[in-house]
């Protein structure tokens, strides 16, 4: 199976929370990363956990690591439109693996 | 500050030509690392160089060679491309070797027709 398996898609209305989730396999990734990528464009860090946490709060972006369940989210509270774009999520040391990205459209 | 940069954006090849992408990372930053990202997929992971030596290889033929010269900036190489080589090509810089700091380019686009 699939290194980071992330949903392909998730659809909020404005203003509303946005939860994204991912599951990995290789617990022995020192650092989790939440990256953002608009359309033709590179691809931006939002936050990073490291392997001993378990949330991180950052603003509007709350990160959530369930290590035994190999289980990692990203919460967004607020969420506008400007937040609509793909969100990776990525594990690893220096040889990331990322998921195929979830699709997050924010409706007005 | 300047970001990761990256040259050319865009280019357009044929199959069997070679093409070498550019990187210059983060001032002060030690490691680049390349990725590919095909279409509608997340990035793999390539190559990683730290202080000038590589210190990681993904699963990617021989074909893809790299380099990381004194002043930090890389250079990825390949050779003989295929129309599946036609990606975008994601180069990341950070500070030390593993981190939690990893920031991307904007990437080169390679088309192979």
């Known amino acids: 199976g699939e290194d980071v398996e992330q949903s392909l898609f998730l659809s909020v209305r404005e203003g509303d929370s946005s939860v994204i989730n991912c599951t990995y396999t290789?617990?022995?990734?020192?650092?989790l990363y939440w990256y953002k990528q608009e359309p033709g464009a590179g691809l931006q860090l939002l936050t990073y956990?490291?392997?001993?946490?378990d949330m991180k709060q950052d603003q509007r972006l709350t990160v959530l690591l369930n290590k035994k369940d190999k289980h990692l989210s990203l919460r967004i509270a607020d969420t506008q439109t400007g937040d609509s774009a793909i969100y990776f999520c990525?594990?690893?040391?220096?040889?990331?693996?990322f998921g195929a990205g979830t699709r997050l459209t924010v409706k007005p | 500050d300047a970001g990761v940069t990256q040259s050319p954006t865009h280019l357009i090849k044929t199959r069997g030509q070679h093409v070498t992408l550019r990187c210059s990372p983060i001032?002060?930053?030690?490691?680049v690392s390349w990725y590919q990202q095909v279409l509608g997929q997340g990035p793999q992971f390539i190559f990683q160089?730290?202080?000038?030596?590589?210190?990681g290889r993904g699963n990617f033929p021989d074909r893809f060679s790299a380099r990381q010269f004194p002043n930090y900036s890389s250079e990825l190489n390949v050779n003989a491309l295929l129309l599946g080589d036609s990606a975008l090509y994601l180069c990341?810089?950070?500070?030390?070797?593993?981190?939690?700091?990893?920031?991307f380019g904007e990437g080169s686009r390679l088309t192979v027709l």
């Open positions: 001032s002060g930053h030690k490691s």
């Open positions: 990341a810089s950070s500070l030390e070797w593993v981190t939690g700091e990893l920031f």
């Open positions: 290789d617990s022995s990734s020192t650092y």
């Open positions: 956990i490291f392997s001993n946490m």
């Open positions: 160089y730290y202080e000038k030596e590589e210190r």
């Open positions: 990525a594990v690893g040391n220096n040889d990331m693996r």
